[in-house]
């Protein structure tokens, strides 16, 4: 105390002396509001105080303008102003003193109620937050004190709601305390400060970090297997007491969120599933959370010994290359400006912006984590004597050293003032004149100028040591932005950075990314995994943003992650082809259908390995080498099946990706589709005859032939379509039953047969299903046999099929089966196609089922491609009508639609009509199949990914999509034009 000081005491004198002089923004607003506290005052019986706020003096014009720059403090000192009346019969640090023995002595209190302890709190917290700021603006106090004041104040009051708790809980039975007026030991409860918190660092409007574990073999846990549902209630109450708001304020706001994996972890954690987490998945960050972590209520033992347990977790002794760029990483989600561009004062967030108080802390932890491990005096708490531990082992220059100690108490200095105006939890500067000089005269500088340039100049040199430190580590794209995913809460800055990049639900995408960090996939369990999922995400980013569609991208990019075994391979090959994580990105963006392949089953993204994929086209040559090498061998008949679902998939979505990327056109695609078709349904058709044989044997002379219909038998299946088929068989004319253990008539051996074979495609196992089969375009339909002997094919073609299914019939080809009966059925097929018809009559019929089928079936609009008037119907009934009525050219019955268009009789079409169908058709199949390989439902105009947007006019090579539109529609109606007069035998 100085002689001053105790000679006001004696003469019972105020006892605060301001050492600086704060000017008010406004003189006579601020003598009014002096004037208002003073009758406050009066009305609570505080003569001496009211005598002395109307009189003048160096204390009274410090005040005046405290409460001119601050509402918060005015508004305290309204309500409460025996605060002030308690400084003249005490020092500030007496009266702190006070208020912390009786926060203490708080949870003893006779009678004492979770309500009656949750208002004591509160208004011993109010006053001491109003000294402790008061003891700052004054200059009593350096900035320095005033944060481990805060932070005593916060543990004070966090110790005293534990050790109510711990009592409650002893007096209900649910606790045995070994000793209830000592209710901390022996209890088992950790409570860990963390952040500023844990390094006696707070902001006068801090949260405060809390990390909750408990040792369930305590002395004072009656049951282990309680003990997490008892636990997790105290954590749940205490946060409760601390931070709901009543009529008396809050204490603290209360952070639980820096646990282990904190969306799916309780609220409070068992020490050994902590050090199992921290050991095994723990990431960097967590690392470096940890070093400020501090035993601060609860079983302080217990907590001592879990933070010595978990030092060779936080502090490795050894650190390698690969280490160091380990704990680099953290920082390549935060992007170093480097000094570019001029810096901002008005709204600049001094926590997080540039040459903020985050970028000293950063500095002093990466090298700590670096060092720490072999030099244990570089382990401590608090950012600035870590500073100076590290200059004085010579990680940094002694003018690092002093230049970043002075800026980190400046700008917690104005960190502070920025929070003493509202008590609001917020870092950033005001951006209008009157805040941002509020703030100047409550820091001391006369005005904005002087603060600005101070500010400046303090933000440039903290960038300028900390840019430094990080020379050597890749820097993220350029204007990418801050890219913040630690902790369990968003950064306001990346929130701006990710919606700039295209993402409308920022915080859900931190979500999800958070959850990758938190190694809750198989994927992301191994630490090498995670670091180079955190060197890519940027680079993932960018390129889901610019799918148009980036949050839809990013989820489904989620899900895949979620099925994927391991992913180091993955993460660096994305990381190495730029060219793949785009086309992975279109995938997600654009491609629906292929997402959910690629999501259900991760295993066919190998595919995407070999890095001749693109280059090589998927013939049938190829595909059948790569499906014997497949399921080559002596294999059960059961993984044979799965083998070929396995096998199809993955085809598909290769042959689907060549499409994506431009490497084959729909046509080549189609092709393709339907050789993957017909291998694998003949190897399954293979598979079942072989099958069926071990118990029912063989009937004499048998022979099968599987009959493409379809799409299938013209080659254009796309990545969506079923598969129409029709099972034909023959056997020798005196054959009874086959010769198996379980013997069969030859019918109704060829239809268990057939439904053995549609079980095997179409039934569904853990590898999903093969092909959906449709058999309905056999003779009869539904209501004959599954299986067609050959004669009776042969007969109901000749004698009695239907105009339309003889029109089905010109797109009829055998895809798989005996090899003798397939060429002789593809020799009647020929034979039937070419008899001789009232062309008049196929006419006439074809023109009335298109009608049937359009009143029945309406198209949905213009991208009803299949059904609109002229669209691909349209297209397939000319072809087949004039296939049936003998008007296409060449000896060779081809089942295209594509060849027999491009083939049509100049005497039914001449060269102007063919070009134009053909392109027509070309136009449709380019369209159908983007669609298709990217939709699983109908495309809906109003809901277009613009990436498949972006695809359609690739495939069409249009340069907009009304232009697309328009030609679309413009080709349907000259396709329509041209149906109504081929199909009514008039030549244009």
């Keep these: 105390m100085t002689a001053n000081a105790a000679k006001k005491?004696?003469?019972?004198?105020?006892?605060?002396?301001?050492?600086?002089?704060?000017?008010?923004?406004?003189?006579?607003?601020?003598?009014?509001?002096?004037?208002?506290?003073?009758?406050?005052?009066?009305?609570?019986?505080?003569p001496r105080l009211q005598k002395f706020l109307g009189a003048t003096g160096p204390a009274q014009q410090f005040l005046a303008a405290v409460f001119d720059l601050s509402p918060f403090l005015r508004d305290l000192a309204r309500r409460r102003p025996h605060m002030l009346d308690a400084l003249f019969d005490r020092m500030l640090g007496e009266r702190l003193a006070e208020i912390s023995a009786a926060i203490a002595a708080t949870p003893y209190a006779d009678g004492v109620s979770e309500a009656s302890l949750m208002m004591e709190l509160r208004i011993l917290k109010a006053e001491a937050h109003f000294l402790i700021a008061l003891a700052e603006l004054a200059g009593e106090a350096q900035t320095s004190l005033t944060?481990?004041?805060?932070?005593?104040?916060?543990?004070?009051?966090?110790?005293?709601?534990?050790?109510?708790?711990?009592?409650?809980?002893?007096?209900?039975g649910k606790l045995r305390l070994p000793d209830p007026d000592k209710p901390s030991e022996g209890s088992g409860w950790i409570l860990l400060g963390m952040g500023k918190l844990g390094a006696h660092e707070l902001n006068f409007s801090s949260d405060i970090d809390l990390v909750v574990f408990f040792d369930p073999y305590a002395p004072a846990i009656p049951d282990p297997l309680e003990a997490i549902d008892l636990f997790a209630r105290l954590t749940r109450r205490l946060a409760r007491i601390l931070q709901d708001r009543t009529e008396h304020g809050?204490?603290?706001?209360?952070?639980?969120?820096?646990?282990?994996?904190?969306?799916?972890?309780?609220?409070?954690?068992?020490?050994?599933?902590?050090?199992?987490?921290?050991?095994?998945?723990?990431?960097?960050?967590?690392?470096?959370?940890?070093?400020?972590?501090?035993?601060?209520?609860?079983?302080?033992?217990?907590?001592?010994?879990?933070?010595?347990?978990?030092?060779?977790?936080?502090?490795?002794?050894?650190?390698?290359?690969?280490?160091?760029?380990?704990?680099?990483?953290?920082?390549?989600?935060?992007?170093?400006?480097?000094?570019?561009g001029e810096i901002a004062v008005r709204g600049h967030n001094v926590k997080l912006g540039r040459g903020g108080i985050r970028e000293i802390e950063f500095f002093v932890q990466t090298q700590q984590l670096i060092a720490g491990g072999r030099f244990p005096e570089l382990r401590g708490r608090e950012t600035v004597p870590m500073l100076a531990e590290l200059a004085a082992r010579g990680w940094i220059t002694e003018e690092a050293r002093d230049t970043l100690a002075r800026e980190y108490w400046f700008l917690r200095r104005v960190e502070h003032a920025i929070q003493m105006v509202a008590d609001e939890q917020t870092h950033t500067l005001p951006e209008d004149d009157e805040g941002l000089e509020r703030i100047?005269?409550?820091?001391?500088?006369?005005?904005?100028?002087?603060?600005?340039?101070?500010?400046?100049?303090?933000?440039?040199?903290?960038?300028?040591?900390?840019?430094?430190?990080?020379?050597?580590?890749?820097?993220?794209?350029?204007?990418?932005?801050?890219?913040?995913?630690?902790?369990?809460?968003?950064?306001?800055?990346?929130?701006?950075?990710?919606?700039?990049?295209?993402?409308?639900?920022?915080?859900?995408?931190?979500?999800?990314?958070?959850?990758?960090?938190?190694?809750?996939?198989?994927?992301?369990?191994?630490?090498?995994?995670?670091?180079?999922?955190?060197?890519l995400t940027p680079a993932l980013l960018e390129a889901f943003g610019r799918t148009r569609r980036a949050d839809e991208a990013l989820m489904r990019f989620d899900e895949f992650l979620a099925g994927l075994p391991a992913g180091i391979q993955l993460f660096s090959l994305l990381q190495s082809k730029p060219a793949l994580l785009r086309l992975m990105a279109t995938i997600m963006g654009a491609a629906p259908r292929l997402a959910a392949v690629i999501t259900r089953r991760p295993h066919v993204f190998d595919g995407l390995l070999d890095p001749a994929l693109l280059s090589e086209l998927p013939d049938r040559a190829y595909l059948a080498e790569r499906l014997a090498v497949f399921i080559g061998g002596d294999r059960a008949y059961e993984d044979v099946l799965d083998r070929l679902r396995i096998f199809a998939s993955e085809q598909k979505f290769l042959i689907g990706v060549r499409l994506l990327a431009g490497s084959i056109d729909a046509q080549r695609a189609g092709t393709a589709f339907s050789d993957l078709a017909d291998l694998t349904i003949g190897a399954a058709l293979d598979a079942v005859v072989q099958e069926f044989a071990r118990r029912h044997g063989k009937v004499e002379g048998g022979r099968v032939?599987?009959?493409?219909?379809?799409?299938?038998?013209?080659?254009?299946?796309?990545?969506?379509?079923?598969?129409?088929?029709?099972?034909?068989?023959?056997?020798?004319?005196?054959?009874?039953?086959?010769?198996?253990?379980k013997p069969l008539a030859p019918s109704h051996y060829f239809s268990r047969l057939t439904q053995r074979l549609i079980a095997a495609v179409s039934a569904p196992t853990a590898e999903g299903v093969l092909y959906e089969l449709d058999l309905r375009l056999r003779p009869s339909g539904n209501k004959g046999p599954v299986a067609t002997h050959i004669d009776a094919f042969r007969k109901y073609q000749r004698q009695e099929a239907w105009t339309w299914e003889q029109m089905a019939l010109t797109r009829a080809r055998p895809i798989a089966g005996d090899a003798a009966l397939s060429a002789e059925l593809e020799a009647e097929i020929a034979t039937i196609l070419a008899q001789p018809r009232d062309a008049a009559k196929v006419m006439k019929e074809a023109r009335e089922m298109r009608a049937l089928i359009e009143e029945e079936k309406p198209p949905r609009d213009l991208w009803d491609i299949k059904l609109i008037p002229g669209g691909l119907i349209d297209l397939e009934f000319i072809a087949q009508v004039a296939t049936l009525t003998g008007n296409v050219e060449g000896a060779v019955r081809g089942t295209s639609t594509a060849t027999t268009l491009a083939r049509l009789a100049p005497g039914f079409a001449d060269g102007q009509v063919r070009q134009e169908l053909t392109q027509a058709w070309s136009l449709y199949l380019a369209l159908t199949q983007m669609i298709r390989l990217c939709l699983v439902n109908a495309f809906d105009r109003k809901d277009v990914p613009p990436g498949l947007a972006d695809l359609l006019l690739a495939a069409t090579d249009l340069p907009d999509f009304g232009v697309l539109e328009a030609h679309?529609?413009?080709?349907?109606?000259?396709?329509?034009?041209?149906?109504?007069?081929?199909l009514r035998g008039k030549r244009q």
């Design 440 to 535: 100047a005269h409550m820091l001391g500088y006369a005005g904005i100028e002087a603060f600005a340039a101070a500010f400046r100049e303090a933000l440039h040199r903290v960038e300028h040591h900390y840019a430094a430190l990080f020379e050597a580590a890749p820097e993220l794209s350029a204007g990418v932005g801050n890219l913040v995913f630690t902790g369990d809460v968003d950064d306001p800055d990346t929130l701006q950075t990710l919606s700039a990049l295209g993402f409308q639900r920022p915080s859900d995408i931190c979500r999800v990314i958070r959850a990758w960090h938190f190694g809750r996939y198989r994927v992301t369990r191994s630490a090498e995994a995670r670091e180079r999922l955190t060197e």
């Design 9 to 46: 005491r004696t003469a019972g004198g105020w006892l605060l002396e301001p050492a600086t002089r704060l000017a008010p923004l406004d003189e006579a607003r601020a003598r009014r509001e002096l004037s208002e506290i003073a009758a406050a005052a009066a009305d609570e019986g505080l």
């Design 250 to 340: 809050y204490v603290f706001r209360t952070d639980l969120r820096l646990r282990p994996d904190p969306g799916s972890t309780p609220l409070a954690i068992p020490v050994e599933a902590a050090l199992t987490y921290y050991e095994g998945r723990g990431q960097n960050w967590e690392r470096a959370a940890m070093i400020k972590a501090r035993p601060l209520a609860g079983d302080i033992k217990a907590g001592e010994a879990f933070l010595k347990e978990l030092q060779p977790y936080v502090w490795r002794k050894y650190m390698d290359y690969a280490a160091i760029a380990d704990v680099h990483s953290i920082k390549r989600q935060i992007h170093a400006h480097k000094g570019h």
């Design 147 to 172: 944060v481990r004041r805060l932070s005593d104040l916060a543990e004070a009051c966090v110790r005293a709601g534990a050790e109510f708790l711990l009592r409650d809980a002893n007096g209900q």
């Design 968 to 982: 679309l529609k413009e080709t349907s109606q000259k396709v329509r034009k041209h149906f109504d007069l081929l």
């Design 705 to 741: 032939a599987l009959l493409g219909m379809g799409k299938l038998g013209s080659r254009e299946l796309t990545a969506g379509s079923d598969v129409d088929l029709i099972l034909l068989y023959d056997h020798d004319a005196d054959a009874e039953e086959s010769d198996g253990e």
